[in-house]
């Protein structure tokens, strides 16, 4: 049985400005890009989209609100609604000096402001957040010591849900809207669950178009993971900038891709760092989720035992004789300099060596 929430009710017939802020690694590329493809069917329903190249949302991020206002007091009779989707604006727009300017624009030309952001629990997203930086080649702690940073460090990212929201209490006259990303609700495809929320109609016959599918985002594995940590610690070590190597992200991933390792998910936490994590967001988690949905947050997020899966490296000479030969082909499609690539292997031997 799914578990029921409260979320505010929209009023289609309501001139609305709707802002679909994220958040980052919460399915918001997903769901841009489903809405986009969606355009025309979004149109239909007197929803006029951002552009494909994000003008709206990237010129919010960037407080020039000339185009926003050029759309709101040129938006043609036969709209009722504009739609922005970007995680860029995820916390760009959680500042009361922007609040306030999107409110009173809005306002001014007769329309309602409402923002909706998809929630995570923490545990997930600190994984999949992680994974994201080390596959990126960004420095990064270890899993624990990067948990508790962010734990300890809400200027780096807040994910206490009622502290990162909190700018938002000062604005009634805006619509909230978060949504729980939780397997226990009725709608848990996140694209369908926003349209709905909207109270958007799925199209009859063929129903809302499919998204086009999309590795970028793909975790690459625990396998992956540690490669990506050990490329970086090593380029590092020798004084070399990745990020001046274009495909830093992709060339790991698409190996992973094509060896399978992206279907063993790393996972970083062991019990007592999930029990840690758990506890520490667990009174402000229920807090958020009784006010905004109705229920307690273990009804759509129930506490479940950790299944840690990490990768050490490899064990048997085979193995390490096929890591290192993928890690010489992963330097060649980098495009990782000559010169130093000697001093890399010798490095990387030494690490598979203990």
Same mark, same amino acid.
């Given at each position: 049985?799914?578990?029921?929430?409260?979320?505010?009710?929209?009023?289609?017939?309501?001139?609305?400005?709707?802002?679909?802020?994220?958040?980052?690694?919460?399915?918001?590329?997903?769901?841009?890009? +489903?809405? $986009?493809?969606? *355009?025309? /069917?979004?149109?239909?329903?007197?929803?006029?989209?951002?552009?494909? %190249? @994000?003008?709206?949302?990237?010129?919010?991020?960037?407080?020039?609100?000339?185009?926003?206002?050029?759309?709101?007091?040129?938006?043609?009779?036969?709209?009722q609604r504009i739609l922005i989707s970007s995680?860029?604006?995820?916390?760009?727009?959680?500042?009361?000096?922007?609040?306030?300017?999107?409110?009173?624009?809005?306002?001014?030309?007769?329309?309602?402001?409402?923002?909706?952001?998809?929630?995570?629990?923490?545990?997930?997203?600190?994984?999949?957040?992680?994974?994201? +930086?080390? $596959?990126?080649? *960004?420095? /990064?702690?270890?899993?624990?010591?990067?948990?508790?940073?962010?734990? %300890? @460090?809400?200027?780096?990212?807040?994910?206490?849900?009622?502290?990162?929201?909190?700018?938002?209490?000062?604005?009634?006259?805006?619509?909230?809207?978060?949504?729980?990303?939780?397997?226990?609700?009725?709608?848990?495809?996140?694209?369908?669950?926003?349209?709905?929320?909207?109270?958007?109609?799925?199209?009859?016959?063929?129903?809302?178009?499919?998204?086009?599918?999309?590795?970028?985002?793909?975790?690459?594995?625990?396998?992956?993971?540690?490669?990506?940590?050990?490329?970086?610690?090593?380029?590092?070590?020798?004084?070399?900038?990745?990020?001046?190597?274009?495909?830093?992200?992709?060339?790991?991933?698409?190996?992973?891709?094509?060896?399978?390792?992206?279907?063993?998910?790393?996972?970083?936490?062991?019990?007592?760092?999930?029990?840690?994590?758990?506890?520490?967001?667990?009174?402000?988690?229920?807090?958020?989720?009784?006010?905004?949905?109705?229920?307690?947050?273990?009804?759509?997020?129930?506490?479940?035992?950790?299944?840690?899966?990490?990768?050490?490296?490899?064990?048997?000479?085979?193995?390490?004789?096929?890591?290192?030969?993928?890690?010489?082909?992963?330097?060649?499609?980098?495009?990782?300099?000559?010169?130093?690539?000697?001093?890399?292997?010798?490095?990387?031997?030494?690490?598979?060596?203990?």
């Amino acid at each position: 049985m799914p578990t029921s929430f409260a979320l505010p009710q929209i009023n289609s017939d309501e001139r609305m400005l709707w802002i679909h802020a994220g958040p980052h690694k919460a399915a918001s590329s997903y769901v841009t890009e +489903r809405l $986009r493809k969606n *355009r025309t /069917t979004l149109a239909a329903q007197r929803v006029l989209m951002d552009g494909d %190249n @994000n003008l709206l949302a990237n010129s919010i991020a960037e407080k020039n609100y000339q185009p926003l206002e050029q759309a709101l007091s040129g938006l043609p009779s036969d709209f009722q609604r504009i739609l922005i989707s970007s995680s860029s604006l995820d916390t760009r727009i959680l500042k009361r000096s922007v609040l306030t300017i999107l409110r009173d624009m809005a306002s001014s030309y007769g329309f309602k402001l409402g923002i909706s952001y998809f929630i995570r629990d923490q545990q997930s997203w600190l994984n999949s957040v992680y994974c994201h +930086r080390v $596959r990126r080649f *960004r420095s /990064t702690q270890d899993f624990p010591d990067y948990c508790r940073y962010i734990m %300890n @460090n809400s200027s780096s990212w807040d994910i206490s849900y009622p502290s990162k929201f909190s700018p938002l209490k000062d604005y009634p006259e805006i619509v909230k809207m978060f949504l729980p990303l939780s397997r226990l609700v009725e709608i848990t495809d996140p694209f369908l669950a926003l349209t709905s929320a909207l109270g958007l109609k799925e199209p009859p016959g063929l129903g809302w178009l499919k998204g086009e599918p999309s590795k970028k985002n793909i975790q690459p594995g625990a396998k992956g993971i540690w490669m990506s940590r050990i490329c970086y610690q090593l380029m590092e070590s020798l004084g070399f900038d990745p990020d001046v190597l274009n495909r830093k992200g992709k060339v790991i991933r698409d190996l992973a891709i094509e060896r399978g390792w992206d279907q063993e998910k790393f996972d970083g936490f062991d019990q007592p760092l999930l029990d840690r994590v758990t506890g520490f967001y667990a009174s402000s988690n229920d807090a958020f989720s009784r006010e905004h949905w109705g229920v307690s947050w273990n009804e759509l997020f129930p506490v479940k035992a950790a299944s840690q899966f990490v990768y050490s490296g490899p064990a048997s000479e085979q193995e390490k004789k096929e890591m290192r030969r993928l890690m010489v082909r992963v330097l060649r499609e980098l495009h990782f300099p000559w010169p130093l690539r000697k001093r890399f292997f010798n490095g990387y031997d030494a690490i598979v060596a203990g």
